[in-house]
């Protein structure tokens, strides 16, 4: 599926793809930028549409290790 720029730099989404991800009028989008790529993700789908997105952990985490990967990763992104 293809769209076309206006000059107002809008883009209108086919009908189908509206259709598959349930976008109405007043959807929030989030436009992510990767590479050479455009990636446009509903930002209001309620917490248990993301459940299946990531796979099942072989086994919990202790609330000790959940914290410690928080401080791993916020260390990370200040580098």
Request: net charge positive; aromatic share 2%.
């Amino acid at each position: 599926m293809t769209g076309t720029v206006s000059s107002k730099g809008q883009v209108t989404l086919p009908a189908e793809v509206r259709r598959l991800l349930g976008i109405r009028a007043g959807t929030r989008l989030q436009f992510i930028v990767r590479d050479d790529r455009l990636e446009v993700v509903r930002v209001d789908l309620p917490v248990q549409a993301l459940k299946s997105i990531l796979p099942r952990p072989r086994r919990k985490a202790s609330l000790r290790e959940i914290q410690e990967g928080i401080v791993k990763g916020a260390l990370r992104t200040m580098r």
